[in-house]
């Protein structure tokens, strides 16, 4: 019988206890899935691969984030022992944020989703123009045009 979590028997209780169902209403991977896919959890992830960074210096990186929710995202981010936050003992205080070891991994697998939404983006773009959309209960159907990103060229 292959082995699963921790060394145990996919099938024994303590196994299925210790393995997440995203699948799950109340699984709390749910909560950790949302705070990994958000939009500034994504791009926080993805900046922190360059390194130890400053809140100003993240909040310039990601451009067009709030200081509310760039402190809201990490604070999960943190919460989920994906970041680390260095607080250094000076005046005026000092504080920098890095990934952990975890951080660093999911961090990669979310970069690897954001390069390949900007290589398809082109190709994402046009798709609404496509498909048009059916508005229910009727047989009206509403053409969507292309979507507009500020600042990007197809």
């Keep these: 019988m292959k082995n699963d979590v921790a060394g145990k028997s996919p099938d024994t209780l303590s196994a299925k206890l210790m393995r997440a169902d ?3 209403e109340k ?12 939009r500034w959890g994504v791009l926080v992830l993805v900046a922190l691969l360059g390194g130890t960074h400053r809140f100003s210096d993240l909040r310039r990186k990601v ?5 509310k929710m760039l402190a809201q995202t990490l604070k999960s981010l943190e919460r989920n022992g994906f970041v680390e936050r260095i607080a250094y003992p000076v005046v005026p205080p000092h504080v920098e944020y890095k990934l952990t070891e ?4 999911i961090g990669e697998k979310v970069e ?9 983006l082109p190709e994402i773009l046009v798709a609404p123009a496509k498909y048009p959309i059916k508005t229910a209960g009727t047989s009206r ?3 969507a045009g292309p979507a507009v990103l500020r600042g990007v060229k197809a």
Aim: aromatic share 6%; with cysteine.
């Design 102 to 105: 975890l951080g660093r991994d």
């Design 22 to 24: 995203v699948f799950a």
């Design 63 to 67: 451009n067009g984030v709030s200081e």
């Design 141 to 143: 159907v509403i053409q």
């Design 112 to 120: 690897a989703l954001a390069d390949w939404v900007e290589v398809h």
């Design 27 to 38: 699984c709390p991977s749910r909560d950790v899935l949302n705070d990994i896919t958000s």
